[in-house]
């Protein structure tokens, strides 16, 4: 039986006074944001063992409508099958690797692979292989497209898992609390509206050490000062999400006005430039962020869920390079809210989001210097960054230990084993010997500084 929705955010936990006595601790040292290595075995000990949010089961209308996405270069695509299920494959044809769909999104219930012309059913399975019907042996059951775990949460939110190991962590000890917190905030009640990107020069590190803390939000946030009582935003870690508090401004509060730095240059996609800075004059309005005193929800390792009364948004930070990285921001909002409500929402939404891009933009400039080394964090505003970090530590630690056991890279998104031959497992591990000729793959590693 499903859930009732509460609809009643909960209170953030008292404040422990012993909380303000424990000693505060440093960053990861800036190499971490910097590093082509750091950022190729996060890959494999972070983001192919995470469960990572990717959007909502709503914007599926009907069987075969997908939508891709790419996570550190695994491009994958999600879709509705003809029974209704979501389910995720890796976008290649298990031909000869060519990419299934070519959109960003689109619907069909057949997807033909343009190359030579093998095609696969909603659930992946192979339907035609041009002439392989005569050929002896061929199954092409063994040949339908590999499925990536997904979980779709009783709010309809959709996360993958990469993992394709036996050692896998089931999704409700991943985010273990997560969906019944979710329940507070009435996901139906809400639709698609939009989305856009933004692209950084920055690791996706950058960008989450900002989203764990509200410490920054008095000098670089002024619209987001006078929507929430800042003095009690909180940070609450809760294993693999954290969620963050804040009391709401009831009253009405002065219009958001635009007076960042014109120096400052922003990349807005499908936006064009941001416009030159202009001095509004401060009007009262309704706060933009409702009454609702809010839901939101860091999902490690670099995704949001951040819910308000007249919208909710995800943000999917995706990382491409050691000082590049993309953020998709998708927006929802409530049904039947006027177009004016929505479009005021929107600005909301992206003068803030855009004002922690900028911050980032220019904080990875330095990181990238190699003169700074770590910071000192303050223990309770800035415990979410503490927490975060702590996660990428320890996973990447965990697995580079694994690794030097092995003696070899272990990527846990590898589709191998089964689904190999021997002789191919037999060439493969050929090619990983001439790879490591003549290095110890234990001092390859060694210039990582933990
Ligand atoms: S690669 Fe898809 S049919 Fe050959
Ligand atoms: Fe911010």
Redesign the pocket.
């Known amino acids: 039986m499903a859930t009732p929705q509460l609809m009643k955010p909960a209170p953030p936990p008292e404040d422990n006074p012993t909380d303000k006595l424990l000693p505060g601790e440093h960053t990861l040292p800036a190499s971490w944001w910097t590093s082509p290595q750091v950022l190729d075995i996060e890959k494999r000990a972070i983001f192919s063992k995470s469960w990572l949010f990717c959007t909502h089961a709503t914007r599926f209308k009907k069987a075969g409508d997908y939508y891709a996405f790419s996570f550190l270069g695994m491009n994958f695509f999600i879709i509705k099958t003809k029974a209704g299920e979501i389910k995720a494959f890796h976008n290649f ?1 298990r ?4 990419p ?1 769909v070519r959109k960003q999104k689109g619907s069909s219930v057949i997807l033909g ?1 343009k ?4 095609s696969y059913d909603t659930d992946g399975l192979l339907k035609k292989a041009p002439h392989f019907d005569k050929v002896e042996g061929f199954d092409p059951k063994a040949n339908s497209l590999f499925g990536i775990r997904t979980h779709v949460s009783r709010q309809g939110l959709v996360f993958v898992n990469f993992d394709n190991t036996d050692d896998f962590v089931p999704f409700e000890e991943f985010f273990a609390g997560l969906e019944d917190e979710m329940n507070e905030f009435d996901f139906d009640d809400y639709e698609y509206h939009m989305s856009y990107e933004l692209d950084g020069t920055f690791n996706w590190k950058t960008l989450m050490d900002g989203y764990q803390e509200c410490y920054h939000c008095p000098t670089a946030h002024p619209g987001l000062n006078s929507a929430f009582k800042m003095e009690t935003y909180k940070v609450v870690p809760k294993g693999n999400y954290c969620r963050h508090y804040a009391k709401i401004v009831e009253e009405e509060i002065e219009s958001v006005k635009d007076d960042a730095d014109p120096d400052v240059e922003s990349s807005w996609f499908g936006f064009g430039k941001k416009q030159a800075a202009k001095k509004a004059p401060a009007k009262k309005v309704e706060n933009p962020g409702g009454k609702f005193n809010g839901l939101w929800c860091y999902l490690f390792p670099t995704n949001g869920v951040n819910c308000y009364s007249p919208a909710w948004y995800s943000i999917r930070v995706l990382p491409i390079t050691p000082s590049r990285t993309i953020l998709q921001y998708d927006i929802y909002t409530k049904k039947g809210l006027a177009e004016e409500k929505k479009k005021e929402f929107v600005e909301f939404l992206q003068n803030v989001e855009l004002e922690d891009f900028n911050l980032c933009q220019l904080t990875q400039k330095n990181l990238n210097q190699g003169v700074y080394t770590t910071g000192y964090l303050h223990p309770l505003k800035e415990r979410g960054v503490l927490h975060y970090q702590k996660v990428v530590k320890d996973m990447v630690k965990k697995h580079f230990e694994m690794e030097l056991k092995a003696g070899k890279e272990i990527n846990p998104a590898q589709i191998g084993g089964k689904a190999q031959s021997e002789e191919a497992a037999e060439l493969e591990a050929l090619c990983s010997k001439i790879e490591c000729m003549g290095k110890n793959p234990a001092e390859e590693h060694a210039g990582l500084e933990w």
């Open positions: 044809c031909h000869r690797a060519y299934v692979c190359y030579h012309g093998w």
